[in-house]
């Protein structure tokens, strides 16, 4: 039974040993050859300190490409033409799912051919060299991220190769990622993660872990993602590591995202031990954008205001190609500036927005049911409480694809545009905290003069990437449904 304990340094080498057999570059990592390379890097290449002593929002886009020349090429503009504080490492989809094999054979048709055959970094197969090439060659800090379930091997190759700060978490890159893993696996698997970072932090070397905080990024309720980055910190912290950045998707609600953003913060301090220092993320909207760029700059700049208002620590922005899948180097490096931009113009007035403490406060209580609910499923043990209570159904997440959750949570926004919980299945929560969701679900159905459907789910999903907030039928204006018929379908 996996439980919320340290591994111990015998566990520790015996993953390490039979981890590193996966794949050749293993072989090459040397944990004290890896100690003295980290200590040889300057100050502005330290990512944790260079994140922790910030007196603004940090920038960082995603990218990657399979070649180490145009990995370094492309982060280099994101750095120079997009003024990127911090920049990525996006692994590619073979090494998420510990495919060396497939991602060598990508990799060697990249170099012969010149083409992005990848769609993302293959670090195993550049192996400790390479990264370390890499972190010489580019002059910022750089964050490994992925979406790998088991990132034993990516860790052990991507640590020893100068990468100091690392993405996901057990539950964040199980629950939205895969469809059969087991909850229980992935916890041991990154136990294993954790406690590396945790080996690197105790010898000086700060390795920053940053659990994925938007999930599925479909109208993930905030609580919802709060209760899961407590939980990750939680389990991280156990391991020893000591630099925690938790994360938060955008929802699209100005002061619901705020709120939330502060929630995140204020809990992550309360339920985090005092040794570890938590700084927050902000993902710009991980949903559908629209086609077009000029419309998509403004979903930018909605993020790059809310940032500005919230202070979170870091801020991972997008393009304005991203309906077209990768963006081009030069409209990533647009994103970013256009987020810059807005914060820096936002940043400077002081603004104060109605319902923030009160939305906040509601954030609060449902996370404290959800942590709640954890511990009396473990009997104080997270790992235990985490797997029992997703299998109750007492914890959950809206549109995953994991067998490990039940799914039967579903969101829907009210009619200011804050998403609220419309199916709450077996979610442990207040009864008066589903009433006050219940109510503002029904203030909004009354002012589009239709029932409370799974319509509203479904037109809230594509809203944003039709131009809108919430996905109102077409011709409602001031409650008037013009069929007069309750409006349960939306007339495209």
Request: charged share 25%; net charge negative.
């Amino acid at each position: 039974m996996i439980r919320d304990e340290r591994l111990t340094a015998d566990e520790l080498q015996r993953i390490d040993d039979h981890i590193r057999d996966d794949w050749p570059t293993g072989a090459a990592v040397d944990f004290e050859a890896a100690i003295a390379y980290h200590e040889s890097l300057p100050a502005h290449k330290q990512f944790a300190d260079v994140l922790e002593s910030a007196d603004r929002p940090l920038l960082q886009p995603r990218a990657g490409v399979p070649r180490l020349d145009d990995q370094v090429n492309l982060l280099t503009h994101l750095h120079d033409e997009g003024a990127a504080d911090l920049l990525p490492t996006t692994i590619d989809s073979y090494t998420r799912d510990n495919e060396y094999g497939k991602a060598q054979e990508g990799l060697e048709t990249a170099r012969e051919s010149g083409d992005a055959t990848l769609n993302g970094f293959p670090a195993v197969n550049h192996g400790v060299e390479g990264c370390r090439e890499l972190i010489d060659r580019v002059d910022a800090p750089i964050e490994v991220r992925h979406g790998t379930p088991d990132a034993r091997l990516l860790a052990a190759v991507t640590f020893a190769g100068g990468f100091q700060s690392f993405e996901g978490g057990p539950i964040s890159y199980n629950i939205p990622y895969t469809k059969e893993g087991s909850l229980a696996q992935t916890i041991e698997h990154w136990q294993y993660v954790d406690r590396l970072a945790g080996a690197y932090t105790e010898r000086g070397v700060t390795i920053n872990r940053e659990p994925f905080g938007p999930l599925t990024g479909t109208l993930v309720p905030p609580s919802i993602a709060i209760a899961i980055m407590l939980v990750e910190g939680k389990l991280a912290a156990t391991q020893g590591v000591r630099s925690l950045t938790l994360g938060y998707g955008q929802v699209g609600n100005v002061v619901q995202d705020v709120a939330a953003l502060r929630a995140l913060r204020k809990l992550g301090n309360e339920y985090l031990p005092d040794e570890v220092c938590v700084t927050t993320v902000f993902h710009e909207w991980m949903g559908g954008f629209p086609p077009d760029e000029a419309r998509a700059n403004g979903v930018i700049g909605l993020g790059g205001t809310t940032a500005a208002i919230a202070r979170p620590d870091k801020v991972i922005t997008k393009s304005p190609q991203e309906f077209q899948g990768v963006p081009t180097k030069e409209a990533n490096a647009a994103g970013l500036r256009t987020t810059r931009q807005l914060i820096d113009m936002v940043v400077e007035q002081d603004i104060v927005l109605d319902g923030v403490d009160e939305e906040q406060a509601l954030i609060e209580r449902e996370t404290r049911c959800l942590m709640d609910a954890i511990d009396a499923h473990g009997d104080g043990d997270v790992a235990q409480g985490t797997i029992e209570a997703f299998g109750s159904g007492a914890l959950d997440v809206p549109f995953a694809p994991s067998d490990a959750a039940e799914g039967a949570v579903l969101p829907a926004r009210d009619d200011d545009g804050r998403v609220r919980i419309f199916e709450w299945g077996e979610l442990a929560m207040d009864d008066d905290i589903k009433e006050i969701h219940g109510a503002r679900l029904a203030d909004r159905a009354e002012t589009e003069g239709r029932k409370q459907s799974f319509r509203m789910v479904a037109d809230d999903v594509d809203a944003i990437s039709d131009g809108k907030l919430i996905g109102r039928p077409t011709g409602t204006d001031a409650g008037t449904d013009p069929r007069g018929d309750g409006g349960e379908s939306r007339a495209d």
